[in-house]
């Protein structure tokens, strides 16, 4: 019986500060954002993610459950940059809670408190594909605005609820710090991976390659959101063979068939990466995420 007895103690004492006061209920668009509200909010939050992670955040169907969480959100946390902006408006407007509505406090764009790269200039055509003109929306895969992403948070949080304002202070301390030395182990690890020119299926990772100092020089879709060619991929194998590129890093929700036909005529190496928090079992909250990140990446650089 004990260990059943343990874990349901562990959970009444989890449980028990809500039942005094009421939790701040906390929505986000991907689970990303639901674990860093997490570490940041701690007991004072209930998060719930639009999302899982185990999908690709640019696109998602609005289902009435979705509906209901918005519904009852006093936070709404959003990645931005037009990252949701095929399914979150008209979430929005089904929801009709005017606290999480843009321009009212409970309604946070998170792209706003990092450098976003890959800002586009010049006139812009659907021709190029499924491009993001504001800047690149993949941004919480540099674990530096993990940091930027936890204190925008935790001011929020502040502003909302200052009476836990020391308590949003000092998880955003304990996170911020975790963050910074695991930064150090994972740069260390990596290290071999400085300046090496990589392949990548679509233009999520330039944050990661910004973090750790390797170059993305190619992707596999010609153009984001365009599945490849036979005469894109064939290019490729060219690029790939001419330019001795090792290896090629894609999200695990798109197609594997071009990596392993660029694998089969070149022997470039094929890293699936975990691109967000719940996209594979084990990965619960950020730091975990950058420790799969940089075990796969380490397992492909060493075969
Ligand atoms: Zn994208």
Request: no cysteine; aromatic share 6%; proline share 6%.
């Amino acid at each position: 019986m004990n260990r059943l007895f343990y874990l349901l103690s562990a959970l009444l004492i989890l449980i028990s500060p809500q039942l005094g006061h009421a939790a701040l209920k906390v929505v986000t668009t991907t689970q990303d954002l639901a674990a860093i509200a997490q570490a940041v909010g701690g007991e004072q939050v209930q998060v719930q993610s639009l999302t899982p992670g185990t999908r690709d955040p640019h696109y998602a169907s609005a289902k009435p459950s979705m509906i209901r969480k918005v519904f009852r959100a006093d936070l709404l946390l959003v990645i931005g940059a037009d990252m949701e902006t095929g399914w979150l408006p008209p979430l929005l407007q089904s929801a009709r809670n005017n606290r999480v509505q843009p321009g009212n406090p409970g309604y946070l764009d998170l792209s706003a408190a990092v450098p976003l790269l890959g800002k586009l200039n010049g006139p812009m055509s659907r021709a190029m594909g499924d491009v993001h003109a504001s800047g690149n929306p993949h941004y919480w895969l540099d674990p530096r605005n993990g940091v930027r992403i936890a204190s925008a948070i935790a001011s929020r949080l502040t502003e909302l609820d200052p009476a836990n304002t020391d308590a949003y202070q000092q998880r955003l301390q304990t996170f911020t710090r975790t963050l910074n030395d695991k930064l150090a182990v994972w740069t260390a690890a990596l290290a071999a991976m400085k300046g090496k020119p990589v392949i990548a299926y679509h233009k999520s990772f330039i944050y990661l390659a910004d973090a750790f100092g390797f170059t993305i020089v190619d992707e596999v879709e010609p153009k984001p959101g365009i599945s490849p060619s036979a005469a894109s991929l064939a290019a490729l194998v060219t690029r790939i063979k001419d330019e001795k590129i090792a290896l090629l890093i894609m999200e695990p929700y798109y197609e594997r068939r071009s990596a392993q036909f660029l694998h089969e005529k070149t022997d470039i190496q094929v890293a699936v990466l975990p691109q967000s928090v719940g996209a594979q079992a084990g990965i619960g909250n950020y730091i975990e995420l950058f420790d799969a990140i940089v075990a796969e990446l380490k397992k492909a650089m060493d075969t």
